[in-house]
Each structure stands twice: as structure tokens, then as C-alpha cells.
């Protein structure tokens, strides 16, 4: 009886055993076998990837599209000189030029006054102007300076005023449009020590 | 003040590389210009700033250039602001805010919501009450008379003048003063009184009481120079002046009460006008025989002044009459002396005889006498050989200088003629404040008396200045009545001549200016042109290089395209492989279990077939249409959409080259026509200044002749004057001898020896 038991309690000892290793046997196998299957899934990805690309053409797709975009460019600029230049055209062909008048007012004057002023339009030469008293009291009573007045070509034109305000320097630089067949106004008015334009157009109040 | 902007940039613009140079100009200054400004000098940078379009507002445009020629009146431009405000008048489109329907306009644009600060003041102004003053200004600054009166009439029935009415009424009194008109004066007094703000003005009540002075009203006279005086001011020393006068009432039994006043006032008047009352009290001093009272007022009057000649004489006449006889022949032989083109000079070398004679010196009165007679007789041959020619060419002469003016001054020995200058009836000041509606200034200049120091001067700087050999005391011997009439209204059609001249130059070169700016912008045109061409040049060479580009890409394009293919046709041969698989298998495991196949897996078994099936023909249709698949992809998508823009940007680029082409014939044959004729608006220009040449040629001659016809009267009075005088001298001499033969030999020796050193007057 003793002896039985010892034989089986030795067998079920092996048996454990054996059944422990088998265990383990499995956890390594199935171990090896995730890795394995993470390899295949890595490859799998890249595979997924590189047909990706071949079937995207990115490098290509870049390439084109700045092309694209540089042409785009280019064609907007044409369209934008073909169309102001044939407004610009029509206009002389029609005879129907534009007149631009540049004043200068003064609504207030701080201490100091109003010394020297320069304006340059189309950066085209500059005109120098100084006022006496009396001119200055004629601009605070609402005279104005005609600084500027010729006839231009109906589109857009720069006007750089400088002036001394009170005894510091004073500058604006404005572009306005001067509209075709029409007298195009802009007044520098000097306001609360700056210089605050304005522009506005009127019909046939030019002699020319 | 500065020349016109337009002048400047026109000058700059025609100039060769004005572009960098005006730019590097304006980069130079401002460092300068900070820099002379003090240690407060800041620059305040500003960047270019790009205006929204303007607005379109007729009214503000007709006011800025009001206040324009505001500016140009106030910078003593008169001609610039009349070219402006006549060719404003005459505009019915500038000005058509004026009509009903300009009206409603603005209206609607008020309506609309006025942005800029001005336009609300501007619309409250009226425009043509605003003009019409302003070209009243303006005519009445270059003494155009006529053109301003009727402006004047014209401003009176616009409704929003009222404001004007003070200081166009004090020019219209002056010009009814001038012309005698003292009625009109002293009716446009009583309205420029009730005009607001005319109470205050102390010019029109100063002509209120000299008009009412010359009717004889001297009450009414007193009235208005109490006002002045009230007031204060410039006028109000005058005023006194006239009050003491007029005190006297026409009666010079007053005149003690008026001298009493006219004292007191000599004790404070400093002055050409100190001068004025120290000369009026002498004469009146004079002729109420208070004599020594007068040679004191005489005595006042500087040496060196205006009206020293005058006060000479009246302190000779006055000695002479208080028997100081030393003194009256010195004064007297002082005046011949020192001013020999007056007509009293002869007068005066008489009394110096006469006082001579009565001073006890027979011998030497008969010596000066003689002398005076001889010298007399010797300038009346002069005068006689005169040829009419000379007389002729002198007329021309101070026609051509525009001093006969001068011939026709009928009281500048008497030292009784004020001159009242523009500025009296309104200086710049005045203008302005009357523009903006505030308060008027003071006034700061008097009247000027005109003197014969004036005459000379003006004389002096005459061009083309007279021929010595032209007998100057011509201009002195006073002017036939009805010469010096017509004088007026020649000399006024004149005067208005001119101004049409100077106007229809400005006119001329305004226009010639205009076209320089045309001319100047057609310029701009072609060089636009040529900037364009570069900047189209660029472009095409961007779409140049897009199409090599392109080009080169297609290599790589096919590869990726052959590259795409090839990849989905192996997934395509792949699905069908495993579909074929599929199928093997399910037919062979139907094969194995024929006869026991359950319905459920028979069904599964079908469904299995099916799926294989369906892969299969998916893969035949994506085979089918791979290629048009491809097609589709991005990059092929795009390739072909650049191609599509490299054919419209090729057509853009021939359609701009076209228009660039198209613009520059246009400005090229525009150029040429503009430089070859002048526009007709400058024909019309010069035909105008053509036809106020004309006019003017026409009013010089009338002027000429007038003139030339009156120095001839003059010289044939003169000649009378000069024989009744050496007949005189010749009567003295005789009187002189007869007393000295009459005289002990002893006294008459030591008197002739006295006499002899005065021969020569």
C-alpha cells in the first residue's frame, strides 16, 4: 500500500514536471511566434508603405504643383498687365485723360507752425514749397495750396508728402487713383499735428 | 511764393533720369531738413498707404478750387486766381450744383452720408455767393473797375452773400468817392451799416462823412467821423482831421475854433500825416491871417518830406504877409529853387523879387527881375520849339510806361490828395475772415497822401523813361477839365486791357503747360510700355521654363506611370490567383464530401464560390480599365491641367504683346500729333491773347491821343503862363529900376551890391 502511493506520488512528480516544461516549451514558442508575426506585420507595413508611394507619386505631385503655382503666377501678372494696360490704352485712344490736383490745407497748426514742404508725386520731381504768415493764416482760414495739378494717366500714382508740423518732420505717403475723365483731388490736411489725406473727384473743374 | 507745382514737376519730369535723382533728392533732404529742425526734429516715418477710390463730390470740387483762389489772392497771385474763377463762372458743368438738378445731387449724396470732414461745411456754403466774391476780390486787386461793379451787382442779388456785403460795399463806396459819385456813397453807407458786422467798419463811415463833407452836409459829416473816431483805429486820426474841418461848417470866420483842434491834433499826429495837419493848419492859419501861426505850422512840416514844397510856399506867403520880407524872399527863392517843374515856381520868384524890392533892395529886385525874365524868355523859346512830334512821343512814352497817371494828378502840389489802397476796403485778412465767415480784423493801413515827391519818384522809375529834352513842367500845369474826365474812363479801359492781356498770356501758358503735361504723360505711357514688355518678358520666360520643366517630367511621369500600372496589375494577378485558389479548393472539398454534404454546407460551400467569383471579376474590371484609372491620379491630373494652362498662358501672353504693341502706336501717333500742332484749346488761347492785344493797342492809342492832345493845350498854356510871367518880371524889373533911381545913390549901391548875389533864382 505504502509503496503504491510512493510510486504514484513519484510518477505524478515527473508527470508535473513534465507538463512545466511543456508549458514552457509553449510560452517560448508562442513568444518566438508573436515576434515572428510583428516581423511579418513590419514587413507587411513597409510592403503597404512603398506601394503607397509608388501609387502617390508625392515627389512628382511636389514638383508639379510648383510648377503650377509659378505658372499660375505668371498668368495672374499677364492677366493684370493686359487688362490695365488695355484700360490705359482705351483711355489715350479716347482722348479722356485724368487730371490729379494735390493740396494742402491746414485745419489746426500746433506751436511751431507750418515750415517747409515737399512733395514728390511718381517720385517724378519734387516740389518745395515755403509759406509766409500770411499764407499760413490763409490755410487756417480755409485756403488751400495747389501743390500739384497736371494731367495723368487714369490709374494709380504715388504721392509723398514731407512737411515740417510744428517744428518736427512730418511724412505720408499715399497711392491714389486717378480716375479717367475726371478731376482726381487729394488733400493733405494738417489735423492735430499729422498729415490726414483725403481724396475725392469731381467733373470738369479742371481748365485743361 | 512759390511757382506753380505743375511748372516744378513738369520741368523735372521732362528731364532724362528724374526718377532716381528725385528720389535720391528727397532721400537727401529729409536728414537735412531734420536736422535744421532742432533737436525736436523727429522723422515720422510713413509707410505708402493705398487710398480707397475716391468719391465722386461735385461740390467739393467746385469749393477747393474756391479756396484755391483764396490762396492765390492771399499770396498776391490775383491773376492766377481770376484765370481760375472767370473760367469757373463760365463752366456750366463744374458749377451745375448750382441748378436744381446739381442740387438734388448733392442732396442724395448728403443723403448717402458725406465722409469727408469738409464736405459738410462745403455743402452749407453757396458756391456762387463764394465765386462772385472772390472774383470781386479778385477784379477789384487789379483795379478792373468795371468787371467789378457788375460783380459786385450780381453778389447783391445771391441769396448767401450777406457776409460779403460789408467788404464789397466799402469797395463800392471807394469807387463812388473816386468818381465823385457822393450820393451813391453815402447810400451804399447806410446799407453797409445794416449789414451784420458793417457797423463796425470804420472805412465806410470815414467816406459816409467825407461824401457828406463834399455836400455840404456837415452835421451828418461830424455824425460819421464821431463813429470813426469811436471806433478807434487806423482811420480815426483822419477822422479828427475832417471833424475839425468841419466844425468850421463852410464858414472860416470858424476857422480859429478850428485851428484850436487842429493844434491840439499837429501836437500828437507823427508822421506823413503829423505833416498833412501841420500843412491844413498853416493854410488855414493863413487865410484866417493868423500868419505867424501859420509859419509855425509850416515850420512843422519836415524838410525832406512828401509835402515840404507845399509847406515852403505857404510859410513864404505867410512871412510875406507878417512882413518878414527877409525871410518871405528866402523861403520864396527856396521853393524856385529846389522845385523848378511847379507851376508856383514862377510865382514864387516873383514874390522874391517882390519882397526884394519891398525889402528896401531896389537895385537887386531890378537885377533878379531881369534875371527871372531873361531865364523865363529863354524857357518859353525852348517850350515854343517844341515840335508837336516830341510832345507826341512824350505821350507815348508815359502811355507805354503807364504813367500818365501822372500828367492827371490834379492835387498832389497841394498835398491834399489821400490815396486809399485796395487793402482799405479789405486787406487779406479781411478777405479771409469774411471768407470763413468770423470776425473782421482791424484795419492797418491808412490812407497815403500823395505828394509830389511821389510824382517823381514814379517819374524816376518809369520804363521807358522819358527823353530828357521833354518839358517836364507840362506834367505839372494842370489838365483841361474835360481831359482829365476822359482821362479816367481811357485810362480804366486801359488798365482793364492790360489785365486782359496778362490774363490771356496766363491763359496761353497755362495751356501750353497743360499740353507739356499731356505730352509729359504720354512719355509715362511708353515708358510704362517698355517696363511691361520687360516685366512680360519674365513671364514668358516663366512659362518657358514651365513647358521645359514640363517637358522633362514626362520621362518621369511615363516611368511612374508604368510603375503605378505594373503595381496594381500584380495586386489585380494576385486577387485572381487567390480566387482561383478559392475555387480549387471548394470544388475539391464539394468533391470529397459528394453525397454527404449537409445543406448548410452546401449553402456555404456556394456562397464561398460566389465571393471567388465576385473577386475575380473585379479584378477583370480593374484591368479592364487600368489605364483610365491612372489617368485619374493627382499627379496625371495635374501634368495635364499645367498643360492646359501653358496653352492659355501662351495665348495670354500674345493677347498682352498685342496690347502693349497697341498702346504704344496709340501713344506714339498721339505724341506726334501733340508735338507737331498745338491743341486747339492753345490756338483758342492764342487767339484770344491775340484779341486783347488788339483792344489794348487800340485803348493805348486812345490814351495816346488824349494825352498827347492835352500836353499840346498844356504847352500852349504853359507858353501863356511863361509870357505873362516874363512880362511880370519885366514889370518888376522896370518897378525895381524906377525905385532905385528914385533911391539915394549911397543906399542904392549897398542894396544893388546885396541884390546881385540872388541873380540866379
Do not use: C
Not at chain 2, 528725385?22 to 535744421?36: D, E, G, N, Y
Not at chain 2, 455767393?129 to 487789379?142: H, I, V
Not at chain 2, 492764342?686 to 504847352?715: C, F, I, P
Request: hydrophobic fraction near 45%.
Amino acid at each position: 500500500m505504502w509503496e503504491n502511493q510512493r510510486v504514484y506520488e513519484e510518477r505524478r512528480a515527473q508527470l508535473v514536471q513534465q507538463l512545466h516544461e511543456a508549458q514552457s516549451e509553449l510560452s517560448e514558442l508562442r513568444s518566438d511566434r508573436v515576434r515572428v508575426e510583428a516581423r511579418v506585420d513590419n514587413i507587411f507595413a513597409q510592403t503597404l508603405e512603398q506601394r503607397a508611394r509608388t501609387l502617390l507619386m508625392s515627389p512628382e505631385q511636389s514638383a508639379l504643383l510648383q510648377l503650377d503655382s509659378m505658372l499660375a503666377s505668371a498668368q495672374s501678372r499677364m492677366q493684370d498687365q493686359r487688362d490695365r494696360m488695355q484700360a490705359l490704352g482705351d483711355a489715350v485712344r479716347r482722348r479722356s485723360g485724368a487730371v490729379l490736383v494735390v493740396l494742402l490745407g491746414a485745419d489746426s497748426l500746433p506751436d511751431g507752425g507750418l515750415g517747409a514742404v515737399r512733395v514728390v508725386v511718381d517720385s517724378a520731381g519734387a516740389i518745395d514749397r515755403g509759406y509766409s504768415p500770411l499764407a499760413i493764416e490763409a490755410l487756417q482760414r480755409g485756403a488751400v495750396d495747389e501743390i500739384y495739378r497736371g494731367e495723368v494717366l487714369p490709374t494709380s500714382h504715388d504721392v509723398w508728402i514731407i512737411a515740417t508740423v510744428g517744428g518736427r518732420q512730418v511724412e505720408r505717403r499715399v497711392s491714389v487713383a486717378a480716375k479717367e475723365g475726371m478731376v482726381t483731388y487729394l488733400q493733405f490736411s494738417v489735423r492735430q499735428g499729422q498729415l490726414v489725406p483725403s481724396t475725392w473727384t469731381s467733373r470738369g473743374t479742371s481748365p485743361f | 511764393m512759390d511757382q506753380p507745382g505743375y511748372v516744378a514737376i513738369l520741368k523735372s519730369r521732362l528731364e532724362a533720369a528724374t526718377l532716381a535723382l528725385a528720389t535720391l533728392a528727397l532721400a537727401a533732404w529729409i536728414p537735412l531738413a531734420a536736422q535744421s529742425g532742432g533737436s525736436d526734429a523727429h522723422v515720422v516715418s510713413g509707410l505708402r498707404v493705398e487710398l480707397p477710390p475716391p468719391d465722386s463730390s461735385q461740390r467739393r470740387g467746385v469749393d477747393a478750387e474756391l479756396r484755391i483762389a483764396l490762396f492765390d489772392l492771399a499770396a498776391n497771385r490775383p491773376l492766377a486766381a481770376l484765370d481760375r474763377l472767370e473760367w469757373l463762372r463760365s463752366s456750366s458743368l463744374a458749377m451745375e450744383l448750382d441748378s436744381g438738378r446739381g442740387a438734388a445731387r448733392a442732396a442724395g449724396a448728403r443723403a448717402a452720408g458725406a465722409r469727408a470732414a469738409g464736405a459738410g461745411e462745403a455743402a452749407r456754403r453757396s458756391s456762387r455767393a463764394d465765386l462772385l466774391f472772390l472774383l470781386a476780390e479778385s477784379y477789384s486787386r487789379l483795379g478792373m473797375v468795371g468787371s467789378f461793379r457788375e460783380v459786385a451787382g450780381a453778389l447783391e442779388q445771391t441769396p448767401g452773400a450777406e457776409r460779403y456785403a460789408p467788404v464789397v460795399g466799402s469797395r463800392l463806396m471807394l469807387d463812388a468817392y473816386r468818381r465823385g459819385d457822393f450820393a451813391r456813397v453815402r447810400e451804399l453807407a447806410r446799407s453797409v451799416r445794416a449789414a451784420p458786422g458793417g457797423e463796425l467798419l470804420p472805412l465806410p463811415s470815414l467816406l459816409d462823412g467825407l461824401a457828406a463833407y463834399q455836400q455840404g452836409r456837415y452835421a451828418e459829416s461830424r455824425a460819421a467821423f464821431a463813429r470813426v473816431r469811436a471806433e478807434g483805429g487806423v482811420y480815426a486820426p483822419y477822422a479828427q482831421l475832417m471833424d475839425a474841418l468841419a466844425q468850421m461848417g463852410g464858414d472860416t470866420t470858424r476857422a480859429p475854433e478850428a485851428l484850436g483842434a487842429l493844434h491840439s491834433l499837429a501836437q500828437v499826429a507823427t508822421g506823413a500825416f503829423g505833416d498833412h495837419v501841420r500843412l491844413i493848419a498853416a493854410e488855414l492859419a493863413y487865410e484866417s491871417g493868423q500868419y505867424e501861426s501859420a509859419v509855425a505850422s509850416a515850420r512843422g512840416v519836415g524838410a525832406g518830406t512828401g509835402l515840404a514844397p507845399q509847406a515852403l510856399l505857404a510859410r513864404g506867403w505867410a512871412l510875406y504877409r507878417n512882413g518878414d520880407l527877409a525871410e518871405a524872399r528866402s523861403a520864396f527863392a527856396e521853393f524856385a529853387a529846389k522845385y523848378p517843374l511847379l507851376p508856383e515856381r514862377d510865382e514864387a520868384r516873383l514874390m522874391a523879387g517882390q519882397a526884394m524890392l519891398e525889402g528896401g533892395n531896389a537895385a537887386g529886385a531890378e537885377g533878379y527881375f531881369q534875371a527871372m525874365a531873361d531865364s523865363v524868355a529863354l524857357e518859353l523859346a525852348a517850350l515854343r520849339s517844341q515840335s508837336p512830334a516830341r510832345l507826341s512821343e512824350g505821350a507815348r512814352t508815359l502811355v507805354a510806361a503807364r504813367a500818365a497817371g501822372i500828367a492827371f494828378m490834379s492835387f498832389p502840389r497841394d498835398g491834399k490828395t489821400l490815396a486809399f489802397p485796395e487793402g482799405s476796403a479789405g486787406d487779406i485778412s479781411t478777405m479771409l475772415a469774411a471768407f470763413q465767415g468770423s470776425e473782421m480784423p482791424p484795419a492797418r493801413g491808412g490812407p497815403h497822401i500823395v505828394s509830389v515827391a511821389d510824382i517823381e519818384r514814379r517819374l524816376q522809375t518809369a520804363e521807358p523813361k522819358l527823353d530828357a529834352s521833354f518839358p517836364r513842367r507840362l506834367l505839372y500845369t494842370p489838365a483841361g477839365k474835360e481831359s482829365a474826365q476822359s482821362y479816367a474812363v481811357r485810362a480804366q479801359q486801359l488798365a482793364d486791357a492790360d489785365v486782359r492781356v496778362a490774363l490771356a498770356e496766363y491763359g496761353v501758358h497755362e495751356q501750353v503747360e497743360a499740353n507739356q503735361m499731356r505730352i509729359a504723360a504720354l512719355e509715362e505711357l511708353q515708358v510704362i510700355v517698355a517696363l511691361h514688355e520687360k516685366r512680360l518678358s519674365s513671364d514668358a520666360a516663366v512659362v518657358a521654363a514651365t513647358r521645359d520643366s514640363l517637358a522633362a517630367m514626362r520621362t518621369v511621369l511615363a516611368r511612374g506611370r508604368e510603375r503605378v500600372r505594373q503595381a496594381v496589375l500584380a495586386r489585380i494577378s494576385e486577387t485572381q490567383s487567390m480566387a482561383a485558389r478559392n475555387r480549387f479548393m471548394i470544388d475539391s472539398v464539394r468533391g470529397s464530401l459528394e453525397g454527404n454534404l449537409a445543406a448548410d454546407d452546401a449553402e456555404t460551400l456556394g456562397l464561398e464560390a460566389q465571393t471567388a467569383a465576385s473577386f475575380d471579376q473585379l479584378a477583370s474590371l480593374v484591368r479592364g480599365g487600368l489605364d483610365a484609372l491612372v489617368q485619374r491620379h493627382p499627379v496625371f491630373a495635374t501634368a495635364d491641367s499645367i498643360a492646359g494652362r501653358l496653352r492659355a498662358a501662351d495665348s495670354l501672353h500674345r493677347q498682352v504683346r498685342s496690347v502693349l504693341a497697341a498702346d504704344s502706336v496709340a501713344a506714339g501717333s498721339l505724341l506726334a500729333e501733340l508735338r507737331a500742332a498745338e491743341s486747339a484749346r492753345t490756338t483758342a488761347a492764342r487767339d484770344a491773347l491775340a484779341a486783347a492785344q488788339q483792344e489794348r493797342a487800340a485803348a493805348e492809342r486812345e490814351l495816346v491821343a488824349l494825352l498827347d492832345a492835352d500836353l499840346r493845350t498844356r504847352a500852349l498854356s504853359l507858353a501863356g503862363e511863361l509870357q505873362r510871367d516874363r512880362e511880370a518880371a519885366e514889370y518888376g524889373s522896370a518897378n525895381a529900376a524906377f525905385f532905385r533911381a528914385i533911391e539915394p545913390a549911397g543906399g542904392t549901391e549897398a542894396r544893388s551890391g546885396a541884390g546881385e548875389g540872388e541873380r540866379t533864382p
